[in-house]
């Protein structure tokens, strides 16, 4: 076929080929669609690894990038754990692991609730974690939950009173972390053990110079950015952290940490971004879809060098805190993320705060149960008493019903 049509083109003319003109008109822009499409997609994962029998806990795997990374995972045998916000019992979280399950014919997903807004449910978790006799077993951490506050959007507070751009994606995961490292260094001395964690290109605008002791240590119009850089300075204090501890069989130090930037991705956050947070900025993001299909990653892209950090084999080997753009090795922009100095402030400021607030919360609480207890007293104070007066009001409407003892003794 292709031959008869092709002479047809040669000896005739193109005029000859039905449809040929609007085809040849139209191919070029089709190529070009492809090519940039191709282009912005991102590097794919060519990393292969053995995840049977893995424990990997992963924040943020319920949306985006993380659900991305999740499906891979448990697609390939891993055991996975949720961090989540959401009860166990939710429904939508039951439907959500129910499918997973299904879609990747893994059963070993599980949940557990830990919200990352609060410092005293972070805690609660991890303690239990690292108090399990004998320890757990746990060879991955990958970090992807992600807090943004847009223009236009509702600008809240934390549990513990903080913004939730520093409270989730730097705090939150400081804590974590801290508390989870005896779990960590615990892990036997021939296990892969690899703490990922999800960056963002915008750590480049990041300012940690005004970092203060308040509850909103981030720079106007920088916050953002300054999250990122704090988690990415955090991350190679965190490798340090790992590589000084004495193992009591003294071998060498097997956990490593991974930073990821995963690219411009078409997330929930990234719509977030784009839209501000406005109902005219959703319109806008509907009218532009075909834009953002074509330069945004979609979230299984996006997860591409997530997978590499944690499947990449020579990633096990040599010092820890390497960095991975587009599933290659890349430097840091910022020298304050090498910087001892900018690593030991970050992490002094950061167990100040977080002492500071752990005993807030622990007043308030107090103060609560207090409260509570009051009430509960109260209530059953007003109960008894309204329970004596029942009491005493049947008793006298019985003693002056007619035919009873003391009606007729009256009469």
Same mark, same amino acid.
């Given at each position: 076929?292709?031959?008869?049509? +092709?002479?047809?083109?040669?000896? =005739?003319?193109?005029?000859?080929?039905?449809?040929?003109?609007?085809?040849?008109?139209?191919?070029?822009?089709?190529?070009?669609?492809?090519?940039? =499409?191709?282009?912005?997609?991102?590097?794919?994962?060519?990393?292969?690894?053995?995840?049977?029998?893995?424990?990997?806990?992963?924040?943020?795997?319920?949306?985006?990038?993380?659900?991305?990374?999740?499906?891979?995972?448990?697609?390939?045998?891993?055991?996975?754990?949720?961090?989540?916000?959401?009860?166990?019992?939710?429904?939508?979280?039951?439907?959500?692991?129910?499918?997973?399950?299904?879609?990747?014919?893994?059963?070993?997903?599980?949940?557990?609730?830990?919200?990352?807004?609060?410092?005293?449910?972070?805690?609660? +978790?991890?303690?239990?974690?690292?108090?399990?006799?004998?320890?757990?077993?746990?060879?991955?951490?990958?970090?992807?939950?992600?807090?943004?506050?847009?223009?236009?959007?509702?600008?809240? =507070?934390?549990?513990?009173?903080?913004?939730?751009?520093?409270?989730?994606?730097?705090?939150?995961? +400081?804590?974590?972390?801290?508390?989870?490292?005896?779990?960590?260094?615990?892990?036997?001395?021939?296990?892969?053990?690899?703490?990922?964690?999800?960056?963002?290109?915008?750590?480049?605008?990041?300012?940690?110079?005004?970092?203060?002791?308040?509850?909103?240590?981030?720079?106007?119009?920088?916050?953002?950015?300054?999250s990122k850089l704090a988690l990415m300075v955090f991350a190679q204090a965190f490798q340090k952290h790992l590589d000084v501890y004495k193992r009591p069989d003294k071998q060498p130090n097997n956990a490593r940490v991974v930073v990821v930037d995963p690219g411009f991705t078409r997330t929930p956050g990234m719509r977030r971004w784009l839209t501000m947070g406005s109902l005219w900025g959703l319109l806008l993001y509907l009218f532009m879809w075909p834009v953002w299909w074509l330069f945004l990653k979609p979230p299984i892209m996006g997860a591409q060098g997530l997978l590499r950090a944690a499947m990449?084999?020579?990633?096990?080997?040599?010092?820890?805190?390497?960095?991975?753009?587009?599933?290659?090795?890349?430097?840091?922009?910022?020298?304050?993320?090498?910087?001892?100095?900018?690593?030991?402030?970050?992490?002094?400021?950061?167990?100040?705060?977080?002492?500071?607030?752990? =005993?807030?919360?622990?007043?308030?609480?107090?103060?609560?149960?207090?409260?509570?207890?009051?009430?509960?007293?109260?209530?059953?104070?007003?109960?008894?008493?309204?329970?004596?007066?029942?009491?005493?009001?049947?008793?006298?409407?019985?003693?002056?019903?007619?035919?009873?003892?003391?009606?007729?003794?009256?009469?």
């Open positions: 076929m292709p031959i008869p049509v +092709f002479a047809d083109a040669v000896f =005739k003319g193109v005029d000859s080929i039905p449809f040929a003109l609007p085809i040849l008109k139209v191919l070029p822009w089709v190529v070009l669609t492809w090519l940039l =499409k191709w282009y912005f997609g991102g590097a794919s994962n060519t990393s292969e690894r053995l995840m049977h029998s893995k424990v990997i806990m992963v924040t943020g795997g319920t949306s985006g990038i993380g659900a991305a990374v999740v499906h891979d995972l448990a697609t390939r045998g891993a055991q996975i754990v949720l961090l989540t916000r959401y009860s166990p019992s939710d429904p939508f979280l039951v439907d959500y692991i129910d499918d997973l399950r299904s879609s990747t014919n893994n059963e070993l997903i599980y949940a557990e609730q830990v919200d990352l807004s609060s410092l005293q449910s972070i805690r609660v +978790f991890a303690t239990k974690w690292v108090d399990n006799a004998p320890p757990r077993r746990l060879d991955m951490i990958i970090l992807c939950a992600d807090a943004l506050v847009t223009r236009f959007g509702i600008h809240g =507070k934390t549990q513990d009173g903080v913004d939730p751009i520093w409270g989730i994606n730097y705090l939150a995961n +400081f804590h974590l972390l801290s508390i989870l490292s005896p779990a960590l260094r615990a892990q036997p001395p021939d296990r892969d053990v690899r703490i990922v964690f999800a960056a963002c290109a915008s750590y480049v605008g990041g300012n940690l110079k005004l970092l203060k002791d308040n509850r909103d240590p981030l720079p106007p119009g920088r916050k953002y950015e300054t990449e084999a020579e990633l096990a080997r040599g010092a820890g805190g390497r960095f991975l753009r587009e599933c290659k090795e890349a430097e840091y922009k910022r020298e304050e993320i090498r910087d001892e100095g900018a690593q030991e402030k970050l992490w002094a400021f950061s167990e100040k705060q977080i002492e500071a607030l752990e =005993k807030e919360g622990a007043v308030k609480r107090a103060l609560a149960k207090k409260e509570n207890e009051k009430v509960e007293k109260d209530k059953s104070v007003k109960a008894t008493s309204d329970e004596a007066e029942k009491t005493a009001e049947t008793k006298s409407k019985k003693a002056k019903a007619p035919g009873s003892r003391r009606s007729r003794k009256a009469g």
